[in-house]
């Protein structure tokens, strides 16, 4: 059969039997034992071993041994960003910014830009090129046509003079636009040249890859965006619609609870208040306790960028929290993340930490003892490893230190950071068991995860699924619990439910 999308509400007509589904002779990850799972109203309702469950009116589905388990999040998604990647041109080979310029100059030559229209490119990394970005350079390359390049951490953008002028912003002469100045800019604007469609077949994909849920973290108004692609047919998907700072009031004023549900199926929820309150290390901002190699100690950014103080943050999240809105704070540097926990210490409140990159040996007891989570992204680890070693020499013990946070006792969320990395967690499990990618060694191998440890994480906490459990479930054609690394990366993907529903399936 070919993959299927369909509704996802409860008793959807057509989808199932007068009685859900029974799964016949799966198998649990780990375990070679044949069991039946019985599905029905969005729920888990019983599962046996095979033969046992009885189930009349229920569609039979044979997995005929395929392993089974509950479906996968991504804890940390720019959705948009995401859906857009596609149609930039791709920097991500380009080894300094002479050589991103010809790119782009190349790009220009085999598809000029219409009047009116804009070259966007994204996935440059420049910490460890050899020359940097200039505005002259991108001027030269296209003369009069608005250039915008996005760095592949998000964090900064590299713009010409048609560009600047066209958004209404100020550059120097590097043309690049950092943090502040450039988060939440018209440069990183995608929505209006993208339709519906465009977002539903994205989730398509997610959900061929076992994605149930995702956080959306993008600088967008997403509680009212993610309910309007509900109801024009996004139905593969459940979201976590984020809010930003800037439309905190908002929120309060309509009376948002985080976890309220925004739609009638209850696929979209509010999610948590999103605040940044740092930088990133690719762009040598992420807010450390020591300077970075090459700059001035006495330059007011030597140690990175705080977006917002500590005060700053304490206010917001005073004024979040009694509306019932949580929160999630973006900390990367060590500073960062040692100050963001004073602030959760402070204030006596539960909430999670979106990165927690590098953490001071002092800092992993703290998150635990709060009941903090640390979601984090595996494959930046493997991203990022050479800059990480250049600009955080010395600390790499504690940086991307998932063990170590583990250990501590802090629950761990993974996610990918989509455009940063793929939208597919079994690349985030990979990474996280292995701490390697392709040909390198292992990098700080004493930070991989079990690999139950990494499972879990990747499923919300889910180790595995009982009845009562929501029927968010995905079929695999190989056992995660003895794939190797390349197989995980690869993991065949046969069928995703999504509260009982095929959001894809490929049996």
């Known amino acids: 059969m070919t993959g299927t999308n369909g509704p996802v509400r409860s008793g959807a007509p057509g989808m199932t039997g007068t009685n859900g589904l029974l799964l016949r002779d799966a198998r649990r990850y780990g375990d070679d034992a044949l069991i039946d799972v019985h599905v029905r109203d969005g729920r888990i309702v019983a599962a046996g071993p095979a033969g046992t469950v009885p189930a009349p009116g229920a569609e039979p589905v044979r997995l005929d041994g395929r392993h089974l388990g509950p479906g996968l999040w991504d804890e940390h998604v720019h959705f948009t960003q995401w859906v857009v990647q596609s149609r930039r041109v791709d920097l991500s080979g380009a080894a300094g910014a002479a050589e991103t310029a010809a790119l782009v100059r190349a790009a220009l030559t085999r598809t000029p830009v219409p009047a009116g229209g804009v070259l966007s490119g994204y996935g440059f990394r420049d910490a460890l090129w050899p020359d940097r970005p200039t505005l002259r350079a991108l001027d030269e390359a296209a003369p009069g046509t608005p250039v915008v390049l996005v760095s592949a951490d998000l964090h900064c953008g590299w713009i ?21 100045d450039w988060i939440g800019s018209p ?38 965006l993610w309910p309007e692609r509900v109801a024009e047919g996004l139905t593969s998907l459940r979201v976590e ?32 208040l999103k605040v940044v309150v740092d930088g990133s290390l690719n762009t040598r901002t992420a807010l450390c306790w020591d300077p970075y190699p090459g700059l001035d100690p006495g330059d007011p950014h030597a140690c990175g960028v705080e977006s917002y103080t500590v005060e700053e943050l304490r206010d917001l999240l005073t004024l979040a929290w009694p509306g019932g809105i949580e929160a999630a704070v973006h900390a990367i540097g060590d500073r960062a993340n040692s100050q963001v926990v004073d602030v959760f210490e402070e204030l006596g409140r539960p909430g999670v930490i979106e990165h927690a990159q590098l953490v001071r040996a002092g800092d992993f007891a703290r998150f635990a003892r709060l009941g903090l989570v640390a979601s984090v992204q595996p494959e930046h680890a493997m991203d990022d490893r050479d800059v990480a070693d250049r600009l955080w020499e010395g600390r790499t013990g504690r940086a991307f230190a998932f063990a170590s946070l583990h250990e501590a006792g802090v629950a761990l969320r993974l996610g990918s950071d989509a455009p940063v990395a793929p939208l597919d967690p079994w690349q985030a499990v990979a990474s996280a068991i292995s701490r390697s990618r392709g040909e390198r060694e292992p990098w700080h191998p004493e930070q991989r995860l079990p690999r139950g440890v990494a499972l879990a994480a990747a499923s919300r906490g889910r180790a595995g699924f009982a009845p009562g459990d929501p029927a968010d479930l995905v079929v695999l054609d190989r056992d995660p619990a003895t794939a190797d690394r390349d197989e995980l990366r690869t993991m065949p993907v046969a069928g995703t439910l999504l509260a009982g529903h095929w959001t894809w399936r490929n049996l």
């Open 160 to 180: 010409n003079s048609a560009a600047a002028a066209r958004m209404g912003v100020t550059v120097d002469e590097s043309g690049v636009l950092r943090e502040g």
């Open 187 to 224: 440069g990183l604007d995608a929505e209006g040249s993208l339709t519906v469609a465009d977002y539903r077949d994205t989730a398509r994909a997610a959900a061929r890859r076992g994605v149930v849920g995702i956080v959306d973290f993008e600088h967008a108004d997403n509680v009212r």
């Open 241 to 272: 619609a984020s809010i930003w700072p800037d439309r905190l009031d908002d929120a309060l004023a309509r009376g948002l609870r985080t976890g309220a549900p925004l739609d009638p199926a209850g696929l979209v929820t509010v999610g948590r």
